[in-house]
């Protein structure tokens, strides 16, 4: 059809339709519209599209929302223009418009996204991006680059950074450049957002190099930012000052700040880094007051600046009411540092008198600390402590205002306060003491003669510092302070710890000597137990033997006898120095003596128990020998003399103690007792003068007891010649003072057949006498039968003839002439010299017999 022919095609179209024909009114519309829109009358053109679209026509359905799509898009009606496209693509998707019409779908909603004055909602934006894929999806290139770009907007700005990141370099990838800047702009800034500073570098720098000129001076001041970030100074420098050199203001205060960081970073740039930061307070008044402007300022000026500077700054910030109370007071103490160096101490009284009343206490404490250094700074030691005491507290000074207070009390000499500041500390917060303080916590006690405050100080550092007292020096000078103390058990403790150092030879030995003099402070009962624990340590000779000397001299000065003796035992079962036994053994001894004599000979057993020195041994016989010569009971003297005798005595005292015992049985008063002690005694082993004197005592003793009949025995014990002629007079005197003429024979014949009185010559007198008293017992008896037997007994001539004189006398006296006659006839057999006499007698008076009775026939044999 000629573009002549559409007016009346147009009128035959309507006309048509006022007839009310339904056969061909479907296509009637179709054609009408496409009419219309051939002559431009695009109104009536869309009526009659929408118009067939009521129909249920679909043959060129497609087609007609294709060209509604066009005609919206082309007045500017993006929603119906995205309605129309959708029909297409969604209704019709064999339409050879369905290319064009996915984009155009994308487009018109992009459009009307765009031009929403609120913000679209992330949903929407989504949505748009995906009818951008929907594009995609049909590969046609046209378009292609441009849907990646839209795409890569729309995710940013729905937060979907990675997916944007992706389409914007899709978009990049095509031939198309128009979107380039952009993309590479919003790249940039996404991959900020994803904190990748490297990546947004890059982008930052193609979009630079695409030549846009739209963000020229923001993103040099952002590649400037980056590359801080990165830590690239001099590039961010470098970006810094180009966007400085544009007339962008956006940033420059910024620009100037973040200059003078980097300047002040160089370390040798203080001066221009100070000039940067000036500008940016002068260029904003944000930065003016700006806190970060500020600290880097007093920063830089405090390393840069002369002291004047640096006090006019600050003196200028701390009352700045547009900072922080925090910032204030910072600076405030930074003035106050500088008053401190510069000794401007009544500066600093001031400001802390100017201080309200309701002002932190942290920031009171630090210008008390820096009024506190100052004074101590300008060597005024009390008004420096006086200064810090109120802060010594805080956690902040612990240890410096310790410091401080310390060294102002050694200067002013006040070794209390010094004491007690120590002693403060250790209490609140040990941890900032060395040992060295508590050394002078020790010295400043020992200056006021302290000895507890002393013995505190030791306690406290050994707490703190144990290995410490494992040196010898230290645990000396803790004993040193215990020893002026009352308390003697601490000392002992620190003496034993002592000895268990490696100690030379003569800190040693100090120790042992220090200990005992404790130990004899204590009573006994203690000071000899520390005298027993000294004794198992390793001493030198002449300690041991000074501690077996005070624990002696200890035992002799205990009141009771048996305490005393208890200690010597103990003593003695130590390794005592031969000397030092003998004088324990003495000391025993003497204290044995002052008890009873019960235990005191009790003690003697017990101490001859002992191996002793002869000297002690005989120390002690002889104390138990006048004990029992004291006794004044005889019996029971000899019960000691005899119990002494068992023991290994030396000859003469063993001869002593025979004396003794006979001279107590000499006292005894039965005869009985005596006797039985004298037969004891006799059969002792007695030396040859003490069995001389006891047999001659016991002939005495028998003779008293006219008891002859013990002097066989006795005779028998006699061992000498002298002995045995005393036994024999004393026997000779017992037996004369017997009444009955008959014991008398009976004794006289005992004595005279005596093996002895026979075999020893030097009783041969006596034997004669007792013979000679034999006769005349028998004569006075009349027992003349005996007289040839009694001569027959002795060869001695005289005896002979006493007896034969005694003999002849008794016959001649005899009235009965028969019994003379038969006497003389027994004379007359008697032979020899001695019995001349008394056969001539005996002859004479037979022949006076014969004569008187007449009978001469005897006569002739008589002359014979």
Same mark, same amino acid.
């Given at each position: 059809?000629?573009?002549?022919?559409?007016?009346?095609?147009?009128?035959?179209?309507?006309?048509?339709?006022?007839?009310?024909?339904?056969?061909?009114?479907?296509?009637?519309?179709?054609?009408?519209?496409?009419?219309?829109?051939?002559?431009?009358?695009?109104?009536?053109?869309?009526?009659?599209?929408?118009?067939? $679209?009521?129909?249920?026509?679909?043959?060129?359905?497609?087609?007609?929302?294709?060209?509604?799509?066009?005609?919206?898009?082309?007045?500017?009606?993006?929603?119906?223009?995205?309605?129309?496209?959708?029909?297409?693509?969604?209704?019709?998707?064999?339409?050879?418009?369905?290319?064009?019409?996915?984009?155009?779908?994308?487009?018109?909603?992009?459009?009307?996204?765009?031009?929403?004055?609120?913000?679209?909602?992330?949903?929407?934006?989504?949505?748009?991006?995906?009818?951008?894929?929907?594009?995609?999806?049909?590969?046609?290139?046209?378009?292609?680059?441009?849907?990646?770009?839209?795409?890569?907007?729309?995710?940013?700005?729905?937060?979907?950074?990675?997916? /944007?990141?992706?389409?914007?370099?899709?978009?990049?990838?095509?031939?198309?450049?128009?979107?380039?800047?952009?993309?590479?702009?919003?790249?940039?800034?996404?991959?900020?957002?994803?904190?990748?500073?490297? &990546?947004?570098?890059?982008?930052?720098?193609?979009?630079?190099?695409?030549?846009?000129?739209?963000?020229?001076?923001?993103?040099?001041?952002?590649?400037?930012?980056?590359?801080?970030?990165?830590?690239?100074?001099?590039?961010?420098? $470098?970006?810094?000052?180009?966007?400085?050199?544009?007339?962008?203001?956006?940033?420059?205060?910024?620009?100037?700040?973040?200059?003078?960081?980097?300047?002040?970073?160089?370390?040798?740039?203080?001066?221009?880094?100070?000039?940067?930061?000036?500008?940016?307070?002068?260029?904003?008044?944000?930065?003016?007051?700006?806190?970060?402007?500020?600290?880097?300022?007093?920063? $830089?000026?405090?390393?840069?600046?002369?002291?004047?500077?640096?006090?006019?700054?600050?003196?200028?910030?701390?009352?700045?009411?547009? $900072?922080?109370?925090?910032?204030?007071?910072?600076?405030?103490?930074?003035?106050?540092?500088?008053?401190?160096?510069?000794?401007?101490?009544?500066?600093?009284? &001031?400001?802390?008198?100017?201080?309200?009343?309701?002002?932190?206490?942290?920031?009171?404490?630090?210008?008390?600390?820096?009024?506190?250094?100052?004074?101590?700074?300008?060597?005024?030691?009390?008004?420096?402590?006086?200064?810090?005491?109120?802060?010594?507290?805080?956690?902040?000074?612990? /240890?410096?205002?310790?410091?401080?207070?310390?060294?102002?009390?050694?200067?002013?000499?006040?070794?209390?306060?010094?004491?007690?500041?120590?002693?403060?500390?250790?209490?609140?917060?040990?941890?900032?003491?060395?040992?060295?303080?508590?050394?002078?916590?020790?010295?400043?006690?020992?200056?006021?003669?302290?000895?507890?405050?002393?013995?505190?100080?030791?306690?406290?550092?050994?707490?703190?510092?144990?290995?410490?007292?494992?040196?010898?020096?230290?645990?000396?000078?803790?004993?040193?302070?215990?020893?002026?103390?009352?308390?003697?058990?601490?000392?002992?403790?620190?003496?034993?710890?002592?000895?268990?150092?490696?100690?030379?030879?003569?800190?040693?030995?100090?120790?042992?000597?220090?200990?005992?003099?404790?130990?004899?402070?204590?009573?006994?009962?203690?000071?000899?137990?520390?005298?027993?624990?000294?004794?198992?340590?390793?001493?030198?000779?002449?300690?041991?033997?000074?501690?077996?000397?005070?624990?002696?001299?200890?035992?002799?000065?205990?009141?009771?006898?048996?305490?005393?003796?208890?200690?010597?035992?103990?003593?003695?079962?130590?390794?005592?120095?031969?000397?030092?036994?003998?004088?324990?053994?003495?000391?025993?001894?003497?204290?044995?003596?002052?008890?009873?004599?019960?235990?005191?000979?009790?003690?003697?057993?017990?101490?001859?128990?002992?191996?002793?020195?002869?000297?002690?041994?005989?120390?002690?016989?002889?104390?138990?020998?006048?004990?029992?010569?004291?006794?004044?009971?005889?019996?029971?003297?000899?019960?000691?003399?005899?119990?002494?005798?068992?023991?290994?005595?030396?000859?003469?005292?063993?001869?002593?103690?025979?004396?003794?015992?006979?001279?107590?049985?000499?006292?005894?008063?039965?005869?009985?007792?005596?006797?039985?002690?004298?037969?004891?005694?006799?059969? /002792?082993?007695?030396?040859?003068?003490?069995?001389?004197?006891?047999?001659?005592?016991?002939?005495?003793?028998?003779?008293?007891?006219?008891?002859?009949?013990?002097?066989?025995?006795?005779?028998?014990? /006699?061992?000498?010649?002298?002995?045995?002629?005393?036994?024999?007079?004393?026997?000779?005197?017992?037996?004369?003072?017997?009444?009955?003429?008959? &014991?008398?024979?009976?004794?006289?014949?005992?004595?005279?057949?005596?093996?002895?009185?026979?075999?020893?010559?030097?009783?041969?007198?006596?034997?004669?006498?007792?013979?000679?008293?034999?006769?005349?017992?028998?004569?006075?008896?009349?027992?003349?039968?005996?007289?040839?037997?009694?001569?027959?007994?002795?060869?001695?001539?005289?005896?002979?003839?006493?007896?034969?004189?005694?003999?002849?006398?008794?016959?001649?006296?005899?009235?009965?002439?028969?019994?003379?006659?038969?006497?003389?006839?027994?004379?007359?057999? &008697?032979?020899?010299?001695?019995?001349?006499?008394?056969?001539?007698?005996?002859?004479?008076?037979?022949?006076?017999?014969?004569?008187?009775?007449?009978?001469?026939?005897?006569?002739?044999?008589?002359?014979?």
């Amino acid at each position: 059809m000629q573009s002549a022919q559409y007016p009346d095609a147009i009128r035959e179209f309507n006309a048509y339709h006022k007839t009310r024909d339904t056969i061909h009114q479907t296509e009637a519309f179709y054609l009408l519209g496409g009419a219309h829109e051939a002559s431009g009358q695009l109104e009536p053109a869309e009526q009659a599209y929408l118009a067939y $679209l009521k129909t249920n026509d679909v043959v060129h359905r497609d087609e007609v929302h294709f060209r509604l799509a066009v005609h919206a898009q082309q007045a500017g009606n993006h929603v119906a223009a995205e309605s129309h496209f959708a029909a297409v693509v969604e209704q019709h998707p064999q339409s050879p418009h369905l290319i064009e019409a996915a984009w155009g779908r994308a487009e018109n909603r992009y459009a009307a996204l765009t031009a929403q004055t609120q913000e679209p909602d992330s949903v929407s934006l989504r949505a748009n991006a995906e009818l951008y894929q929907d594009y995609l999806a049909t590969k046609d290139q046209k378009n292609a680059g441009l849907a990646h770009y839209h795409r890569g907007v729309l995710l940013q700005q729905a937060q979907d950074r990675k997916q /944007a990141i992706r389409e914007l370099k899709a978009a990049l990838k095509t031939p198309n450049t128009e979107y380039a800047p952009d993309a590479h702009y919003r790249l940039g800034w996404l991959h900020v957002q994803q904190q990748q500073p490297k &990546q947004a570098i890059l982008e930052f720098q193609n979009y630079l190099k695409t030549g846009d000129a739209n963000h020229v001076s923001e993103l040099r001041f952002q590649l400037g930012m980056l590359h801080l970030q990165i830590d690239d100074l001099k590039a961010a420098e $470098l970006e810094l000052e180009k966007y400085l050199e544009t007339d962008d203001r956006t940033y420059e205060a910024e620009a100037h700040f973040r200059l003078g960081l980097l300047y002040a970073q160089d370390g040798q740039r203080n001066f221009e880094a100070i000039s940067e930061l000036q500008k940016a307070r002068a260029s904003d008044a944000d930065y003016r007051d700006h806190p970060e402007v500020i600290q880097a300022l007093v920063t $830089l000026c405090e390393q840069s600046c002369n002291a004047t500077d640096r006090k006019a700054l600050l003196v200028e910030v701390k009352d700045n009411p547009k $900072l922080s109370p925090k910032l204030r007071e910072g600076y405030l103490v930074r003035l106050t540092q500088l008053r401190t160096d510069s000794g401007e101490c009544s500066d600093i009284q &001031q400001e802390l008198e100017r201080l309200p009343v309701e002002a932190a206490l942290l920031m009171r404490a630090k210008l008390q600390h820096a009024h506190g250094v100052c004074r101590h700074k300008a060597q005024e030691w009390a008004a420096a402590r006086a200064a810090l005491l109120d802060i010594r507290d805080f956690p902040e000074y612990h /240890a410096e205002v310790y410091a401080l207070r310390r060294d102002s009390h050694h200067e002013l000499q006040d070794w209390k306060g010094l004491a007690e500041e120590v002693a403060h500390a250790h209490e609140t917060h040990p941890d900032i003491l060395e040992s060295g303080d508590y050394a002078l916590w020790v010295e400043a006690r020992r200056q006021v003669q302290d000895g507890a405050g002393a013995e505190q100080a030791y306690a406290a550092w050994r707490t703190r510092f144990p290995d410490e007292f494992k040196a010898v020096d230290r645990l000396l000078g803790w004993v040193a302070v215990r020893e002026q103390l009352r308390e003697t058990e601490p000392r002992a403790v620190l003496y034993r710890e002592l000895l268990a150092l490696d100690l030379d030879a003569e800190t040693r030995t100090y120790v042992h000597s220090r200990w005992i003099a404790t130990a004899n402070e204590l009573p006994v009962k203690e000071r000899v137990a520390h005298f027993r624990e000294l004794l198992l340590l390793d001493l030198n000779a002449e300690t041991r033997a000074y501690i077996h000397s005070r624990w002696i001299e200890t035992a002799a000065g205990l009141s009771s006898p048996e305490e005393r003796i208890e200690h010597y035992r103990e003593l003695l079962t130590l390794p005592l120095d031969t000397e030092t036994r003998a004088y324990v053994y003495s000391r025993w001894i003497e204290t044995a003596n002052e008890l009873p004599v019960k235990g005191r000979v009790d003690h003697f057993r017990e101490l001859l128990a002992h191996e002793l020195n002869s000297e002690t041994q005989g120390n002690v016989y002889n104390r138990w020998i006048e004990t029992a010569d004291g006794l004044s009971s005889p019996k029971e003297r000899i019960e000691h003399y005899r119990e002494l005798l068992t023991l290994p005595l030396d000859t003469e005292r063993r001869a002593a103690l025979h004396n003794r015992w006979m001279e107590a049985l000499l006292q005894l008063a039965s005869p009985e007792q005596r006797q039985q002690q004298f037969t004891a005694l006799l059969a /002792a082993k007695l030396s040859p003068e003490t069995r001389s004197a006891m047999i001659h005592h016991k002939a005495e003793f028998e003779t008293a007891q006219v008891n002859p009949v013990a002097f066989p025995e006795l005779l028998g014990l /006699a061992e000498n010649s002298e002995d045995r002629k005393q036994v024999a007079a004393f026997w000779v005197e017992a037996l004369e003072k017997l009444k009955s003429s008959k &014991q008398q024979t009976e004794g006289y014949r005992s004595l005279a057949e005596n093996p002895v009185v026979v075999r020893k010559p030097e009783l041969a007198p006596t034997r004669e006498y007792a013979l000679a008293r034999l006769a005349e017992l028998q004569a006075a008896s009349g027992a003349l039968e005996r007289f040839p037997v009694l001569l027959a007994e002795t060869k001695d001539s005289q005896t002979r003839r006493y007896i034969a004189g005694t003999w002849l006398s008794k016959v001649e006296s005899h009235e009965d002439a028969e019994l003379r006659k038969r006497e003389y006839q027994k004379m007359l057999s &008697q032979s020899g010299p001695d019995f001349r006499e008394l056969r001539s007698t005996a002859l004479l008076g037979l022949a006076a017999h014969h004569a008187e009775n007449g009978e001469p026939e005897v006569f002739p044999e008589l002359l014979k």
